[in-house]
């Protein structure tokens, strides 16, 4: 490390759990682990109020026709209204309103949230967050697609679940390998703040060093 950077790292204002870490490790004389847990326990939060939640929940397509038809009621006398699916991307869907009576029209609305991406259009976040259980569970993309049917929700093709699959496994690896970078930073302003030697033996989740895989292919 050059003399800035260790200048640096002497001068910076420590947090809280720098402090209790350097103060630990200055004090610790037998080697001993520092006290971490790898998977902290969630912090409970304060439930919000249930109107202000930002949600998806399931529809059906029939009570969605039923809200739309008493709400266009307002603005015709007679109405005949039809919603239809003009577009569908795996869970996330484009609906379209038209009213034989009043000759109505209403632009296609998606239902759903999308996200941009580097290159082409924005995707599905619904789509992307379907295969998070399969990453952190033992459910595989089969299980994915019977749960939708059970809830009778056309389920995404099998193709499409896989190439999300893959492209959130790239991710979360990504995700890992600069958390670790983070962290080896992290041990070594603390050893060089407590006057150790910067090296240290270094305990790891396997989740560090293994790609991750579906739910079926992690139970074997």
């Not at 998977?39 to 249930?50: G, K, L, T, Y």
């Not at 609305?109 to 569970?137: C, E, F, I």
Request: charged share 25%; net charge positive.
């Amino acid at each position: 490390m050059s003399k800035i950077a260790a200048e640096d790292c002497q001068t910076k204002r420590l947090s809280v759990r720098e402090a209790e870490d350097v103060r630990l490790a200055t004090e610790d004389t037998n080697g001993a682990t520092l006290p971490y847990q790898l998977r902290p326990q969630p912090q409970n939060e304060e439930r919000e109020d249930m109107a202000e939640v930002d949600e998806n929940i399931k529809v059906n397509i029939d009570c969605l026709h039923n809200l739309v038809r008493e709400v266009h009621k307002q603005s015709c006398s007679k109405p005949c209204v039809k919603v239809a699916v003009t577009k569908r991307a795996g869970l996330c869907v484009t609906v379209q309103m038209k009213c034989s009576s009043c000759k109505y029209q209403a632009p296609p609305v998606n239902l759903t949230d999308t996200m941009k991406k580097s290159r082409g259009q924005a995707a599905a976040v619904l789509n992307d967050m379907l295969v998070l259980p399969v990453l952190k569970s033992k459910f595989d993309l089969m299980d994915v697609s019977l749960v939708l049917s059970c809830l009778n929700i056309k389920a995404p093709t099998q193709a499409l679940l896989q190439r999300k699959l893959n492209n959130m496994s790239n991710t979360v690896s990504r995700l890992n390998e600069d958390q670790m970078m983070h962290n080896q930073q992290y041990v070594l302003r603390v050893l060089q703040l407590s006057g150790k030697e910067a090296a240290a033996d270094v305990q790891f989740d396997t989740s560090y060093a293994l790609r991750p895989q579906g739910g079926f292919e992690k139970a074997k």
